[in-house]
């Protein structure tokens, strides 16, 4: 049963541009939000997180948009570069117990 | 160390041998996960390891998959008689406890040939 489900599977923006990625979740219990990135050849690196007491977290340029009644959140990066061109992962849990990812979203921004 | 280590970082192996992939978690970490991510997929859980116990080991796929840690540090993944479908890259994370963070070694990739 897939709990997390993420979209767009890859997205393709201009320098500077905004990209957007949304994901789902199911469970109402999940109560820890993270973002993953993940370069080719690499692990998942923590981006930035959030709790459902919050609707918005913004650290650098990555903003946490969160939506408790819809079950949804999202990662927007403003002024993209190419640098952050890789793969991007939402993720939930509860209680701090294990993580369930969503199936990713490969970001390429081009100069 | 400064980061979760992995050994080894490339393993080849022929269908139904046993291999062994290595975890070594940031110094004081207590929590350790293991998760599978087969060739453009996302990540799948395995197993959690809450000091030397594993709490949740709902992940495993088949009786093929153990895992255990000793010392509250190094953990050890094996799978017997390997199958082609467990042809993937194998990656261990460490946090401090329940409610942080994961930080994520490179992964072993596993290739059953």
């Known amino acids: 049963q897939q709990q997390v489900k993420q979209s767009p599977q890859s997205l393709i923006v201009q320098k500077g541009g905004i990209p957007i990625i949304n994901c789902a979740y199911e469970n109402t219990a999940f109560d820890y939000f993270p973002w993953y990135q993940q370069f080719p050849g690499k692990g998942p690196a923590l981006l930035i997180a959030?709790?459902?007491?919050?609707s918005e977290k913004k650290e650098g340029r990555f903003t946490i948009s969160f939506n408790k009644s819809a079950k949804q959140f999202s990662l927007h990066i403003m002024d993209s570069q190419p640098g952050d061109s890789a793969t991007y992962f939402c993720?939930?849990?509860?209680?701090?117990?294990?993580?369930?990812f969503g199936a990713g979203t490969i970001l390429r921004v081009k100069s | 160390g400064a980061g979760v280590s992995q050994s080894p970082s490339n393993k080849v192996t022929e269908k139904g041998k046993d291999v062994e992939l290595r975890c070594d978690p940031i110094?004081?970490?207590?929590?350790l996960y293991w998760y599978r991510q087969r060739l453009g997929q996302g990540l799948e859980f395995l197993i959690y390891?809450?000091?030397?116990?594993?709490?949740?080991k709902s992940g495993l796929p088949s009786d093929r998959f153990s895992a255990e840690r000793t010392g509250e540090s190094v953990s050890t993944l094996t799978i017997q008689r390997t199958q082609q479908e467990d042809s993937a890259v194998y990656l261990c994370?460490?946090?401090?406890?329940?409610?942080?963070?994961?930080?994520f070694g490179s992964g072993t990739r596993l290739t059953v040939v």
């Open positions: 390891f809450q000091g030397n116990s594993a709490p949740d």
């Open positions: 110094s004081g970490h207590t929590a």
């Open positions: 993720a939930a849990s509860k209680s701090g117990n294990k993580l369930v």
């Open positions: 994370a460490s946090s401090p406890g329940q409610g942080f963070g994961y930080t």
């Open positions: 959030i709790r459902p007491d919050v």
